[in-house]
């Protein structure tokens, strides 16, 4: 009978024994459907091929409902968008999915707040409107804030605030600067990377681009100052 003592506890142990069966369904069928990618493509074909697994990464999150990474995986999946012109004017279905692609990433950080990849991913998708280009900088800092050494996002750190009238920052500038001594450490193989960064940068941003280079590798800086930008 389940009045007596044994009886309880064997209803109470079913009952705990269906309840992490069920999570642990819960956790295994969104990794399965979950796509085997980079959590954030730093190259277009590596970005399109994840594109091809966006309905699997929504659903996946959906699914997950609270986890913050397969939410980020799910954004990440319309990374294509980070190479888009951001001089062209984009039509009506491309504004929708990019506002998906947006809120699917601000889901991301409301869940997870320190994935320090997807602030720079939302930093990185083509502005819509002045007020969404202003918040580029905050973007950029939440991203060193909660990913302060990250050797794999410090060059598109750099690429992106080069690009951007956040640069003006001198807080931003200083976090710039951590991320140019680290990729330039890594090797004389970084440098075409650092100047392609520098001759995309706004006209107004090259000269504390110039200065940040010179404090990082003066000899990187005077190469920049023979071959000016074209």
Known sequence: MLSTPTARLRTVLLALGAILGLSG???LIPDLLSPK???LPFERATA???AKHRTG???AAEIGLVRGDLWAKAAFAGAPFLWTDRSATLDPNELK???RVRNTTETALALAPINGAAWL????LPATSPESESRVGPLLEMSYFTAPSAPDLALSRIQRAA???ALANKDLQTFVSGDLREVLGRGPQFQQAIIAAYRNALPQNQAVFESLITDADPALAQMLRSSPPK
Request: aromatic share 10%; proline share 5%; glycine share 0%.
């Open 97 to 99: 999915q990019l506002d």
């Open 37 to 39: 990618a980079p959590d």
């Open 57 to 59: 990464a929504l659903m």
């Open 121 to 124: 991913f939302l930093a990185k």
């Open 163 to 165: 690009t951007s009238t």
């Open 25 to 27: 369904i819960w956790m």
């Open 48 to 50: 399109e091929a994840a």
